[in-house]
C-alpha cells in the first residue's frame, strides 16, 4: 500500500491526475478482513484457503485495529475510482500495473486475473516494477503471458530474471525498473512512466497507473 500511495503522490507532483483503482478481490481481502466468515473462505484455492482459515482462528484485538489503522489510511490518502467489471477505462489516457507480485498467480488464485493484466481496458496499459518469482515458465504459462503482455504499450518489471523469463513471451523490449539511490533517497528509475496524460492506479495488491 505504500509503494501504491508513493507512486501516486510522484505522478501528481509530475501534473498528473491520479486515481486508485479500488480493485479488491475476495481472495485478497479475506485474508485480512475485519470480519473473516466461513463462507468467504469457500471461494478460494486451497493455498489462500488455508491461509484465510488461519488468519480467522488467529483472529486478535491487534489484527483488529492493524485493519482500521489500513482502512483508515486506505481511505484518506488514496484518491479512489470504483472499480467495476463493466469500465473499460476509455475515460483515461493509460493505466499503470504493478507493483509487486500481481503476475503471481499463486497469490492470485491460481488464475491470470484479468484487471491485473490490464485486460479490457481501452486505453494504454503499462506495467511497473512487477515482481513475480518464477524459476522456469512452462508452455502453457508462457502462452498465457504471451497473449496477456503482447497488446500492452509497456512492460517494466523488478527483477532480471523475470525479464529473461518473459521477454520471448513479449513483443516490446521489457524493461526493468530498477531501484536507485539519489541524494540518499532512494526512488524507481523508468523511462516510459512520464508517457501517461491522465493516469490512475489499481490496488487489490494494487494496479496503478
Known amino acids: 500500500m505504500i509503494q501504491a500511495y508513493a507512486m501516486q503522490q510522484e505522478l ?3 501534473g498528473h491526475d491520479v486515481y486508485i483503482i479500488d480493485y479488491a478481490p475476495g481472495y485478497h481481502t ?3 478482513h475485519r470480519k473473516i466468515t466461513w463462507r468467504s473462505c469457500l471461494i478460494l484455492s486451497p493455498i489462500p484457503f488455508y491461509r484465510a482459515v488461519k488468519n480467522k482462528l488467529l483472529h486478535s484485538k491487534a489484527t483488529t485495529e492493524r485493519y482500521d489503522n489500513f482502512q483508515n489510511f486506505y481511505k484518506t490518502r488514496f484518491n479512489l475510482y470504483t472499480y467495476s467489471e463493466k469500465d473499460d477505462m476509455s475515460s483515461f489516457d493509460a493505466v499503470l500495473l504493478g507493483s509487486d507480485q500481481i ?3 499463486g497469490l492470485t488464485n491460481h488464475m491470470f486475473d484479468g484487471p491485473y493484466y490490464g485486460e479490457g481496458f481501452k486505453c494504454r496499459v503499462f506495467s511497473y516494477a512487477v515482481s513475480a518469482m518464477y524459476k522456469q515458465l512452462s508452455d502453457e504459462l508462457s502462452n498465457a503471458f504471451r497473449q496477456r503482455l503482447s497488446p500492452m504499450a509497456g512492460v517494466g518489471v523488478r527483477e532480471l530474471q523475470l525479464k529473461e523469463l518473459l521477454q520471448p513471451c513479449c513483443k516490446q523490449e521489457i524493461e526493468i525498473n530498477k531501484i536507485k539511490r539519489e541524494n540518499e533517497k532512494t526512488i524507481y528509475n523508468s523511462s516510459f512512466i512520464g508517457v501517461c496524460c491522465s493516469v490512475f492506479l489499481c490496488s487489490g495488491q494494487f494496479i496503478l497507473a
Do not use: A, G, T
Request: charged letters at 10%; proline letters at 0%.
Open 30 to 32: 479475506c485474508w485480512f
Open 12 to 14: 501528481k507532483n509530475l
Open 103 to 105: 503476475w503471481n498467480i
